[in-house]
């Protein structure tokens, strides 16, 4: 049981460039999470899915964006990346309830990204 | 909106000593969900506890443990006997639910060093 994983764990952009960070999860939670860190400014939710084609913007969605065609697979875009994203990306999943109780999120190890 | 208040930025204590950190939240929510989670220099995140909004009971965990008063809304997390591997940031987070999603709001954190 792997939990949360996410490809590349470190990666620098050029200006312009696009990438998909990648993230799969094997404990079968049907919500999953991307968010950002930058430093001294805690977790900035930027995508969320409540299951396999349900997609919805967090709080900082632009220049990103996200596909669940999958339980599992959670992948984020980037297209024409900007110095502004040049941050700390985790993904996360967790258990969903029909009656909303809200279950911990378990998070992958990050990615960190450059653009320069 | 929901909001959360990790007020210390910093905190520095020597080994043994104890350490409580400030949570302090808002909601309008009549149910909800509180948690903590550690992120130590390694970067990954590692959940620490969930409380529901029901459940105002203290709760202990070895070293740790947790103080949820709802009538201050504050959720305080007091390490005991701090060890120099308790050196993380930690964060605060509520549960924010609209339209049957459910999402995390984080506060900003809280840098923990605990020297030999």
């Known amino acids: 049981n792997a939990g949360v994983t996410q490809t590349p764990k470190f990666r620098i952009l050029k200006i312009g460039q696009s990438m998909t960070l990648q993230c799969t999860q094997d404990?079968?939670?049907?919500?999953m999470y991307w968010y950002r860190q930058d430093p001294g400014m805690g977790l900035k939710l930027i995508y969320y899915?409540?299951?396999?084609?349900?997609?919805d913007k967090g709080e900082v969605p632009n220049g990103y964006n996200v596909s669940r065609s999958t339980t599992e697979d959670f992948p984020l875009r980037l297209e024409l990346a900007a110095p502004s994203q040049t941050s700390v990306y985790f993904c996360?999943?967790?258990?969903?309830?029909?009656?909303?109780?809200?279950?911990?999120?378990?998070f992958g190890p990050g990615t960190r990204l450059t653009v320069t | 909106a929901q909001k959360v208040t990790q007020a210390q930025t910093e905190i520095s204590v020597v080994e043994k000593e104890d350490v409580t950190l400030d949570c302090v939240y808002e909601?309008?929510?009549?149910?909800?969900?509180l948690f903590w989670y550690k992120q130590p220099p390694s970067g990954e995140l590692v959940f620490l506890i969930r409380?529901?909004?029901?459940?105002?009971q203290n709760e202990i965990s070895g070293r740790y443990s947790w103080n949820f008063q709802k009538s201050t809304s504050s959720f305080n997390f007091t390490i005991t006997a701090s060890q120099v591997v308790d050196s993380a940031v930690y964060f605060c987070?509520?549960?924010?639910?609209?339209?049957?999603?459910?999402?995390?709001?984080f506060g900003k954190g809280t840098k923990l060093t605990v020297n030999p």
């Open positions: 987070a509520l549960s924010e639910t609209q339209g049957g999603s459910e999402k995390l709001v």
């Open positions: 404990m079968n939670h049907n919500y």
């Open positions: 409380r529901n909004s029901f459940d105002e």
């Open positions: 899915s409540v299951g396999a084609g349900i997609t």
């Open positions: 909601t309008r929510d009549t149910t909800y969900y």
């Open positions: 996360a999943s967790s258990y969903g309830s029909p009656r909303q109780h809200f279950y911990e999120q378990y």
